[in-house]
């Protein structure tokens, strides 16, 4: 069973706020000790969706209807902490992301056109333990971070504690359904229920020692800036062949002729202006544009809708390199130049990081571009996405014994 916060099911709607955070392990802290801090930060982050904090012990706080899901992932460091009774997922040795250089920056895999930003020398998003809240309050998710943080505080003078916080993101939701780039975003999805299942689900499998994982999945992130200074100076057409669909409307692209990118037939719908457009019985009468076209036009091709789906089956397996996406956009502003920084919490969801890798450094998919585009046309296309972060966790199953999730590295 899948960890909650993870929206793969009919008609579950993720929260419309988000955070995640990482917390490092001391280095000489063994499992017994992060296991006995784990237990009462993880009861804190429990008591909050009913409402209750520890410092207003009679006090019930309002909580969002949509409540508040927290899930929890381990990363590689963790497993080579004294004690720690699981071995490393070999998936995670085999795909995860490089350091970055450290004079700063650095490509984020070798055959990726992703880079980290030049100012970056230590990446932020590679801890033992990263927690993700997701709320339809923004006050709540950031209460999980607050009471993480004065739970974590409160032990500063503690030489055996073994936490020390090292970096909170938060993102939103957008009902436009539109990314930063002005385009809809989030359209083409893995369908609800088992699509999305038998792309995440970590599978029945004969791997020694890591039985312990079935039935969790693998979260991978990376906070995405989006340089929204060289975007607004391409015009809509190169925009559009850089996304692959159609600005205003969201329709996908099929083929150019006469230079101008021509959208699938029929979308969108007669009556209706966006791919998005609901009819007044809450129909969608595009949703047959939702998924992108197949399409043999080279330069629709390397379009990134097209690179980062070869729409190949079946989803369950690893080959097809299907993702589910669950992201969220975030927002900082800056008294100095650029004034905002702006872009995308990519969160994906896989049964192997390898999907993703994959996708982000082969031939004809997303390796070796930046965003996409033809591979003799990147001088438009490589300097559009910059990485602050980026780090792949394992997240172990739910149980039905009130253990925290991956309570296995710890006991027994
Ligand atoms: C800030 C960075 C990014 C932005 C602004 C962005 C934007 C978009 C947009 C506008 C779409 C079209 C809407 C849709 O079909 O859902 C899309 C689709 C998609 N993107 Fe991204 N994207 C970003 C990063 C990435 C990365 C790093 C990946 C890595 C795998 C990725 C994978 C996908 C996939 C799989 C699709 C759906 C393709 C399909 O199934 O048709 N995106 N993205």
């Not at 982000?360 to 296309?381: A, E, K, P, R, Y």
Request: hydrophobic content about 35%; glycine content about 8%.
């Amino acid at each position: 069973m899948l960890q909650e916060g993870i929206f793969y099911q009919q008609g579950s709607t993720p929260g419309k706020h988000w955070g995640l955070l990482f917390i490092r392990v001391k280095s000489d802290a063994n499992a017994e000790e992060i296991y006995k801090a784990l237990n009462p930060l993880w009861s804190i982050l429990q008591k909050l969706k009913t409402g209750a904090i520890n410092d207003l012990p009679t006090i019930t706080l309002p909580t969002p209807p949509s409540g508040l899901q927290v899930t929890i992932g381990y990363g590689k460091n963790i497993f080579a902490r004294t004690g720690i009774k699981k071995k490393l997922p070999g998936e995670i040795t085999q795909a995860n992301f490089r350091p970055p250089l450290a004079t700063g920056g650095g490509k984020v895999l070798l055959a990726s056109g992703l880079s980290y930003a030049e100012t970056i020398t230590k990446n932020p998003a590679t801890e033992d333990i990263a927690l993700q809240f997701i709320s339809d309050s923004e006050l709540l998710t950031y209460r999980c971070y607050m009471e993480s943080y004065k739970f974590i505080a409160g032990e500063k003078d503690n030489e055996l504690f073994p936490f020390e916080l090292v970096k909170f993101y938060s993102g939103f939701q957008r009902e436009d359904r539109r990314s930063w780039i002005d385009f809809h975003d989030g359209i083409s999805n893995l369908k609800s229920g088992d699509e999305r299942l038998d792309a995440i689900r970590i599978k029945e499998n004969n791997t020694e020692g890591e039985q312990w994982t079935i039935g969790g999945t693998f979260l991978a992130f990376m906070r995405i800036e989006v340089n929204i200074d060289t975007w607004i100076k391409l015009d809509r057409i190169t925009q559009e062949l850089l996304v692959g669909r159609d600005k205003l409307s969201g329709c996908p692209l099929e083929n150019i002729v006469n230079n101008r990118p021509v959208t699938v037939s029929k979308c969108p719908f007669a009556g209706t202006a966006s791919i998005i457009d609901q009819a007044s019985n809450g129909e969608y009468p595009n949703k047959d544009f939702f998924e992108t076209p197949k399409t043999s036009d080279a330069l629709v091709l390397t379009s990134h809708v097209q690179r980062a789906n070869h729409h190949r089956e079946p989803i369950s397996h690893r080959d097809s390199l299907r993702i589910f996406r669950q992201g969220y956009e975030f927002f900082e502003v800056s008294d100095n130049n650029p004034k905002v920084k702006i872009g995308l919490n990519f969160v994906s969801f896989q049964d192997t990081p390898e999907r993703l890798i994959r996708i982000l450094t082969q031939d004809t998919w997303l390796g070796g571009v930046n965003f996409g585009g033809s591979d003799n046309n990147q001088t438009i296309d490589n300097s559009i996405l910059k990485i602050w972060g980026a780090g792949i966790y394992i997240l172990p199953p739910a149980n039905d014994m009130n253990k925290i999730p991956g309570y296995e590295l710890f006991e027994g």
